[in-house]
């Protein structure tokens, strides 16, 4: 049965060209009778946002580097988008009244403050950018309350807490297991990371992703940030979280309740499942996705994670423990960091070194305003860079 077109969903898809956006754009072009894409975002990727416009034909197109808006706009001449340029513009664009959904995919930081302005426009967050609620938990959870804003969780991991959750509302959590792959270097020791190149890193054995997150797989720091995330988007207590490397990316993450019994929620490596899940929520939409074979999946194993060699994981947690503006700072340290890295800056290992100096160096602020969110983003940037530009590239391990 198809729906008539007054239920057709708008979306706002911030960061359209990355690998979120992208995959966002084929479960819309999958479901016209559902969705529609009513603003396009990028950052700097001019000829693709100009090409998704071209095909998808949203009302507005935004371009964050304003030195592309010419390009942009030529390029969508004679089409009925909008076009418009800047940060700033992004923070404005989600409060249109027309918006139903907005999917923030913008990489890191950048996504909070668009997050922020669509939470106070009464707009339901599919939220792909784990980031803002790592800087900002306490806060993105308590505006999302005040303003009746569901935030709807599209990373796997967070996205299969949510499934299990469904219909438990008045049981306990005893405490959620979120899995990770292990990435590139599971098994492998501190001696063999400290010569480990971006390329090796980059090549996921499981996910498709953009760069940024691919490293952070291979570090264990993105595991790290889904567990503050988690804490936020459950309520959860640190002593509730927990993490466990299950290598065929198959199980998702678990739920234990307080008999003890668990919920998983399972399926094959594709994003397209849970942005589908968010954006359709609470429906399940059909769909023609690959489907789990279990004889093609005769094992499923699982291993404690390495917390001494991959030691983001534990400074995430430690983050966590510590709370205020302490996440923010490892946050802010680990783009750099991962930037560093990507450019051949800094090493591996290098990356970790960075997070932890700057998680100590960085003042830290027990109640942050969104104001203290900012000037600690910014000044722990200024660190971390000044650490990798000293730091020698071969770093020494601890």
Avoid at 274 to 281: F, N
Wanted: with cysteine; net charge negative.
């Amino acid at each position: 049965m198809h729906l008539v077109q007054d239920t057709v969903k708008n979306i706002a898809i911030l960061g359209s060209t990355g690998s979120i956006g992208t995959q966002t754009l084929e479960v819309i072009e999958e479901n016209p009778d559902r969705f529609r894409a009513y603003v396009l975002t990028a950052h700097r990727n001019a000829d693709l946002l100009i090409a998704q416009c071209q095909k998808f034909k949203p009302a507005y197109a935004v371009i964050c580097d304003t030195s592309l808006y010419e390009q942009v706009k030529q390029g969508l001449e004679g089409f009925p988008t909008q076009v418009l340029s800047g940060y700033d513009e992004v923070k404005h664009i989600v409060t249109l009244s027309e918006l139903d959904v907005v999917l923030t995919a913008m990489v890191g930081f950048a996504g909070l403050e668009p997050t922020i302005s669509a939470i106070e426009a009464g707009k339901d967050i599919a939220l792909a950018n784990k980031e803002t609620l790592v800087v900002a938990g306490e806060l993105i959870t308590q505006l999302a309350r005040q303003n009746q804003v569901k935030l709807l969780p599209v990373d796997s991991e967070h996205s299969a807490i949510f499934q299990c959750l469904v219909g438990e509302e008045k049981n306990p959590i005893e405490k959620i297991i979120l899995t990770a792959s292990g990435g590139p270097f599971r098994g492998k020791d501190v001696s063999f990371l400290e010569n480990v190149t971006r390329h090796e890193a980059l090549k996921h054995p499981n996910w498709v992703m953009g760069a940024k997150i691919t490293i952070d797989s291979a570090s264990l720091m993105n595991k790290g940030l889904e567990v503050i995330e988690a804490k936020w988007l459950f309520d959860l207590k640190l002593e509730q979280i927990e993490v466990i490397v299950h290598p065929q990316s198959i199980i998702h993450s678990l739920v234990q309740f307080q008999d003890g019994s668990i919920k998983a929620q399972m399926g094959l490596p594709d994003m397209k499942l849970p942005i589908q899940y968010a954006l359709g929520y609470p429906e399940r939409i059909q769909n023609n996705f690959k489907r789990f074979d279990f004889a093609a999946y005769p094992t499923l194993s699982f291993e404690k994670p390495d917390l001494h060699t991959f030691r983001n994981l534990a400074l995430a947690f430690e983050a966590l423990k510590q709370g205020g503006n302490v996440p923010c700072i490892i946050n802010a340290a680990n783009e750099v960091a991962v930037a560093g890295f990507l450019a051949d800056e800094v090493s591996f290992l290098g990356m970790s070194q960075v997070i932890e100096q700057c998680m100590t160096q960085i003042p830290f602020i027990a109640k942050p305003t969104l104001a203290d969110y900012l000037n600690t983003d910014k000044e722990t940037r200024i660190l971390a860079q000044n650490l990798i530009t000293q730091m020698p590239l071969k770093a020494l391990t601890v």
